[in-house]
C-alpha cells in the first residue's frame, strides 16, 4: 500500500477514520435532507422534474466519484482534487484545480451557515441572524479542535436524525398520496413530455449536483484513513449511492403533492419555503415545522461542521506544498489536526456568511459560486485520469481509465454550459485571478513545486 513517506511527506495527522467512518462523514457532508432547502429552486426549474434533476446530477457525480477512486488509490494524501490534478499531469494544474474547488470548499460552509441562520432566525426571530452564524462556527470549530474522532462521532448521531426526519416525512407523504391528496400523475416527477428539453434538465441538475457536493469531501481525509486506499474510493461510491436513492425518493413523494404547481414553476420558490408548504399539505404545520428545523440543524451544524474539517484539509495540504501561507500547514501535536488552517475557515465563513446576510440574495450567490468551482474542479479530475494512467502508464482498463472520465467530463461541461449566468462570469473571474497568482508565484521563483516521489 503506498503511504505519505512514499511521496515526500509526514505522516502527521492521525489515523483513526475506517469505512463506516468515511462512509457517514460523505452522507453527512451531502446531508440525506438536503433536497428540503433548494427543492423549491429545483422544482421551479426543472418544470416539475425533480426527481429526474437529481438523477441526471447523480450520473455526472457517479463518474465523478470514479474517478476519485481511482486517484484515491494513486495518490492517497489529503488535498482532494488539488493533489490529484497536481500528482497526476503536473503541479501548475493542481493549483489552478486546488484554486478552482477553494470556491466550493472555502464558500459552501459559509452558505451553510447563512441557510440555517435564516431558517432559526425565522423561528426565534428575537435572536438575529448573525447572532445565530455565529453560535454555529463557534460551535463547530470548537468540535473540529478536539479532533476527527470526535467529528466522527457526532456526524454519527446526527445522520441517524436525519434518517429519523426523512422516514416521518416519507411516511406522512405516502399516508397523503393514499387519501388522494396527489397534484400530479405519478411519474410526473422523472419525466413531464409538454415541458422536457435537455436545456431545462441541464440547468436544473446544476442546481441539484448541490445536494451531492461533500462525497469528495472524503478524499480529503485520505491521511486520516486507517484502511487500504481502495477502502476510499469505495466509501465515496457507497455514500455517493445512498444518498441518490434517498434524494430521488424524498422529491418524487414531495413533487407529487406540492400544492400550487404552475405558480411555483412560473414564478419560481420566491421565500424558499416551497418544500415546507408541500409537508404542511401532507401532514400538517407540525410536519412544517419539524422539516424546517431538520434542515437548520442539518445544514447549520452537522453539514459545516464536516465541510469545515474538509476545507481545513485541502488548506493544510496546499500549504504544506508552499502554495498557500505556510501557518495554514501547523498541526496541533496534541491533536493531531490542522489547527491553523481550521481557524482560518472559522474566519472567513463568519466574515462571508456575515456580509452575505445583508445581501437580499447571497444565499442564492453563494449556491452558483460554490456549484462552478466543484464542476470545474471536477474537470481537472477527469482528465488527471485520463492522464496519469491512460497516457502515462499504458494502461489498457479502458473503462475505468479513459471511458467513463471522458463520459463524466461530457457531462459536467453540459451542466456548467446551463449554470447560472452571473456564477459563470464570476468563476471566471476567479479562475482568472487564480492564473495571475500563479504567475506571480513563478515570477518571484516560488511556482508550485511538489515533493518528488521516494521508490
Known amino acids: 500500500m503506498s503511504t505519505i513517506e512514499q511521496f515526500g511527506y509526514r505522516q502527521e495527522l492521525k489515523r483513526t477514520l475506517g469505512f463506516a467512518d468515511l462512509m457517514i462523514y460523505g452522507l453527512i457532508f451531502m446531508v440525506p435532507i438536503a433536497p428540503f432547502g433548494i427543492f423549491g429552486y429545483v422544482f421551479s426549474t426543472s418544470h416539475g422534474m425533480v426527481a429526474l434533476a437529481y438523477v441526471i446530477g447523480l450520473l455526472a457525480m457517479a463518474f465523478t466519484a470514479l474517478s476519485y477512486a481511482q486517484m484515491a488509490r494513486a495518490f492517497p494524501m489529503a488535498g482532494s482534487v488539488y493533489t490529484y490534478a497536481g500528482r497526476g499531469i503536473a503541479a501548475p494544474v493542481g493549483f489552478m484545480a486546488g484554486w478552482a474547488i477553494l470556491l466550493d470548499y472555502v464558500l459552501v460552509p459559509s452558505l451553510l451557515y447563512l441557510i440555517a441562520s435564516g431558517a432559526m432566525h425565522s423561528f426565534v426571530p428575537a435572536i438575529p441572524v448573525w447572532a445565530w452564524l455565529v453560535m454555529f462556527v463557534l460551535l463547530n470549530t470548537g468540535i473540529n479542535y478536539l479532533g476527527i474522532q470526535m467529528t466522527a462521532r457526532i456526524t454519527r448521531v446526527m445522520l441517524v436524525a436525519e434518517l429519523a426526519v426523512l422516514a416521518i416525512f416519507l411516511v406522512a407523504g405516502v399516508v397523503a398520496l393514499a387519501q388522494g391528496k396527489g397534484q400530479a400523475g405519478a411519474f410526473s416527477p422523472i419525466f413531464e413530455s409538454s415541458s422536457f428539453t435537455w436545456s431545462v434538465m441541464f440547468a436544473a441538475a446544476s442546481v441539484a449536483v448541490l445536494s451531492f457536493l461533500g462525497f469528495d469531501g472524503i478524499s480529503t481525509l485520505a491521511e486520516e484513513n486507517r484502511e487500504d486506499a481502495r477502502r476510499l474510493g469505495r466509501s ?8 441518490a436513492v434517498l434524494f430521488v425518493v424524498q422529491t418524487w413523494v414531495a413533487a407529487l403533492l406540492t400544492p400550487g404547481r404552475d405558480k411555483l414553476i412560473a414564478e419560481g420558490d420566491l421565500t424558499g419555503n416551497a418544500f415546507y408548504d408541500t409537508a404542511a399539505f401532507a401532514g400538517g404545520q407540525w410536519l412544517a415545522v419539524l422539516t424546517a428545523v431538520a434542515t437548520a440543524i442539518a445544514w447549520g451544524f452537522a453539514n459545516s461542521l464536516v465541510a469545515q474539517a474538509a476545507t481545513s484539509r485541502l488548506l493544510f495540504a496546499m500549504a504544506r506544498d508552499r502554495q498557500l501561507p505556510g ?4 498541526v496541533d501535536p496534541k491533536r493531531q489536526v490542522p489547527v491553523n488552517a481550521t481557524f482560518a475557515v472559522a474566519g472567513i465563513s463568519l466574515a462571508v456568511g456575515l456580509f452575505m446576510s445583508t445581501r437580499e440574495q447571497g444565499a442564492g450567490e453563494l449556491t452558483s459560486l460554490v456549484n462552478f468551482g466543484a464542476m470545474t474542479a471536477f474537470l481537472l479530475l477527469h482528465v488527471a485520469v485520463v492522464v496519469h494512467y491512460a497516457i502515462r502508464q499504458g494502461s489498457r482498463d479502458y473503462w475505468a481509465h479513459l471511458v467513463a472520465p471522458v463520459i463524466g467530463f461530457g457531462i459536467l461541461v453540459a451542466v456548467v454550459i446551463n449554470q447560472n449566468v452571473a ?13 495571475v497568482v500563479l504567475g506571480l508565484s513563478y ?10 516521489e521516494v521508490m
Request: hydrophobic share 65%; net charge positive; proline share 6%.
Open 236 to 243: 465515496m461510491l457507497a455514500a455517493l449511492g445512498v444518498a
Open 327 to 330: 501557518f495554514l500547514a501547523k
Open 423 to 435: 456564477a459563470q462570469w464570476v468563476g471566471g473571474i476567479w479562475l482568472a485571478l487564480g492564473l
Open 443 to 452: 515570477l518571484s521563483g516560488r511556482g508550485p513545486v511538489l515533493p518528488k
